[in-house]
Structure formats: structure tokens, C-alpha cells
């Protein structure tokens, strides 16, 4: 109704002329209106914006429960049994492009195989030069982006500034120069760069690892696998002139979960065995425990051997059971899916690249870690604005940590 004095709209009281349902409305309609300014005013702030985002982040590739697996209930009881039908129908057809999938891989297989016979003359060749076996001649050394500019050298200048060493220290290390044969301390170097495989390399390890010569790569075709062959030359470790590691491969769809076949991958791994020299077996260490007798109280002092950390523990992985139903505990599970991890990589990138990680070319970013102490750090800005924050007693507490917080 219209207001007689004013001709503008009135609201009537609800005691007069307003229904229960009719204040509910209105009611309804302002409560709308307010809902939608603060949702406006909420969605122009960044922070909760931000949140926001975290949150949809966790629904991410989550079922929405209407189209759900055909076992469960959900599915069952949301789809007419026509659709269902159809889906199944889309199901078999996936299963399919899986198993088609599988073949595809199996030639590429073939297909690395038949190109690996062709690489393998290129490593002899880097073999060679590595070992000092052959000199390369002017033509071979011609390589345009290789020169001594500054500006035109390979290297970035981060990666230069990982690989750069004090001099007075290298020349400590290093005995190189112009006289020097071959490459020296080729793979070390690689391993040492690599932060995957320097964290297996051990202080202890490396005297050992100068004698590395080569690693080759040898395809299998049934099973489908490969071997990786590590050339040492004689030694005072040990009398192997070539350790291996198998690795056997599986390409079909798991019966279980056969959409999450994904290509081939490493299922099984076996080692060989070390001939250590005497006293020279790294990856063992003698301890000594006293025991105290519970009755007389004497002291007795025994001595025991235990695994010591090292590289060459990489040729001694845990065994796969041979029983594929068999499940593995959390720990072994573990060092299977590191070892795996670690002979792939050595496979698909170390051998085929081996000089590039060497000059670390080849390193990805995430292998360079960043400095501490750089500007903007967040743990520094807290300490500074904390106004009982004393830099003197930081520094104390920090020097009395025991070493293993030190280093962490």
C-alpha cells in the first residue's frame, strides 16, 4: 500500500495485514540481501580468498558421489540400470586401451633395445676417453659452443658457482694438470654432483669410487628388464672387476587395479655378491657393548658386526618375495621404492648424459639448494619484529645444541 501524505510504498505491520508466510518472505529477502553484500565484501579480501582456494584444493579429484564406482551403493541407486549398463560397456572398452596401451610399451621397448645397440658404440668411444684409452683428435674436439669466453661457456652461472672450488683446496684434492691422463674421478664426480646418488656416497666410499670406470646399461627382453654393470679397476677393496644390478620389469595391467596401469615399472631387483678383501668391507663396522652379568655384577665386553651405510650396499637390496600376494613391511617397502627409484635414474638419465651431469649441465633446479641467511627469510622477519627477541642469547642457545640439530 501507498503511504497518502508521502505516495511511497509502506511496509504494513505484520499484526494487520501481513500473513505468517508473507513475513517469512520478507524476511527472507533482507536476510538474502545481506548474505550477498558480506559474500562481496569477503571475496574482494585476498586472505580469504587464499583460504578459500586451499580449501577447494582438497576436492580435488574427489568423487562427487553421484557417478561412483559400480560397487558401491551410491551407484547403484543413482543411475538408472540402462546408464549403468553403458558404463559398464565404456568400463570393458578402457580395459582394453589398456591392454593396448601394454603392447605399445613392449615396443618401445624393442625400439630401446634396437637404439641401444647403436649408443653403445658412443660409450665405448666415451669409455675410452674417459680411461685415457684413445686421445681425440682436433676435429673431435671441435665443438662450436665449447670456448673459453666467459660469456659464451656452457655452464650458467649458477651451476658454475655449485661446481667451483677454492683452489688452494682442489690443488690439495687434485693432482691435474696438463700432463694428466683421461678424466680423472669421472663418475665420482657424477655421483658427487648428482644429489640423489651423493647421499648414498659415503666419505669412505670414495677412494673406492675413483676406481669406478664405467657404467653400462644392458637390456633384457624376457623378462623385460635391464642390468646395470659397474667396471672397477684393480683395487685394494675388493677383487671384482664388475659389479651388477638386475632389474626385471613388468608390462601388463595389475588384475587387481588394471586402470592404474601406467606403463612399465620395476618390480623386482637383485644384487651380486662382493669379494671384499680382507679388513676392507666397507659396508660393515665392528662395535664393542659392554654387558653387565644381573647377578655377580660383571662387566664383560663383547664384540659385534652391524651394517655400516654405504654405496656398495646398493648391490645387496632386500629380497622380493617370490609370492606376488605376499605384502612387504613398511620398511622394506621403503628401500625398494628408493632402490627402484635410484636404478631408474641411472638408467634413463646417468648413462645416456653422463658428461652433462659431470659439467652439471644436466642438473634440474631442484638440485641446487638455496643459502641460508637470504634476505626476506620468514624465520628471520619473526625474530626481528619479536620485541624480546636478543640476538645475544639466540646465539648462545644455538651454540650449546647438540651436533645432530646443528646439522639438521
Known amino acids: 500500500m501507498a503511504d497518502p501524505e508521502k505516495g511511497t510504498p509502506t ?24 548474505r550477498k553484500e558480506l559474500v562481496d565484501k569477503l571475496m574482494k579480501d585476498p586472505q580469504v580468498l587464499a583460504a578459500l582456494q586451499t580449501k577447494l584444493r582438497r576436492f580435488l579429484g574427489t568423487p562427487s558421489g553421484y557417478i561412483s564406482n559400480h560397487t558401491s551403493p551410491a ?54 676417453v674417459v680411461n685415457s684409452e684413445y ?41 691435474f694438470d696438463e700432463n694428466t691422463k683421461g678424466i680423472p674421478e669421472f663418475w665420482l664426480t657424477i655421483f658427487k654432483n648428482v644429489d640423489l646418488l651423493a647421499e648414498m656416497v659415503q666419505e669412505y666410499d670414495e677412494p673406492i669410487m675413483k676406481h669406478l670406470t664405467d657404467i653400462q646399461l644392458k637390456f633384457h627382453d624376457q623378462p623385460m628388464g635391464f642390468t646395470l654393470e659397474f667396471h672397477f679397476n684393480e683395487n685394494e677393496h675388493f677383487t671384482n672387476k664388475v659389479l651388477t644390478k638386475y632389474y626385471e620389469m613388468k608390462c601388463v595391467p595389475d588384475k587387481e587395479d588394471p586402470f592404474g596401469f601406467e606403463g612399465p615399472e620395476i618390480f623386482k631387483c637383485k644384487g651380486c655378491t662382493i669379494d671384499w678383501k680382507k679388513g676392507k ?75 652433462l651431469f659431470y659439467t652439471g649441465e644436466a642438473l634440474d633446479d631442484e638440485d641446487f639448494e638455496e643459502e641460508e641467511g637470504e634476505e626476506g627469510e620468514e624465520g628471520d622477519d619473526e625474530e626481528e619484529d619479536d620485541p624480546d627477541y636478543d640476538p645475544a642469547k639466540d646465539k648462545t642457545a644455538k651454540d650449546q645444541q647438540p651436533a645432530e640439530c646443528k646439522q639438521q
Not at 565404456?90 to 603392447?103: G, I, S, V, W
Request: hydrophobic share 30%; with cysteine.
Open 281 to 355: 668391507n666397507v659396508t660393515v663396522k665392528t662395535i664393542k657393548k659392554k654387558q653387565k652379568h644381573k647377578s655377580r655384577g660383571a662387566v664383560r665386553t663383547i664384540t659385534k658386526t652391524v651394517q655400516n651405510d654405504s654405496f656398495f650396499n646398493f648391490f645387496n637390496p632386500p629380497p622380493v618375495p617370490e609370492d606376488p600376494d605376499e605384502d612387504l613391511d613398511e620398511d622394506t617397502q621403503a628401500l625398494l621404492t628408493a632402490d627402484f627409484e635410484i636404478g631408474h635414474y641411472i638408467r634413463e638419465r646417468i648413462i645416456p648424459r653422463a658428461v
Open 11 to 34: 511496509v504494513p505491520t505484520v499484526e494487520e495485514e501481513m500473513s505468517d508466510e508473507e513475513v517469512d518472505e520478507v524476511d527472507e529477502e533482507e536476510g538474502a540481501g545481506e
Open 75 to 128: 551407484f547403484n541407486s543413482s543411475l538408472p540400470v540402462a546408464v549403468k549398463r553403458r558404463i559398464k560397456a565404456l568400463k570393458k572398452l578402457q580395459l582394453q586401451y589398456c591392454e593396448l596401451e601394454a603392447e605399445f610399451y613392449k615396443e618401445v621397448h624393442a625400439l630401446e633395445v634396437k637404439y641401444d645397440k647403436m649408443h653403445q658404440s658412443l660409450y665405448e668411444k666415451r669409455r675410452q
Open 135 to 175: 686421445e681425440p683428435n682436433d676435429e673431435e674436439c671441435d665443438f662450436s659452443s665449447d670456448n673459453e669466453d666467459e660469456e659464451d661457456k656452457s655452464l650458467s652461472k649458477d651451476m658454475e658457482e655449485k661446481a667451483k672450488i677454492d683452489e688452494k683446496e682442489e690443488s690439495k684434492v687434485h693432482d
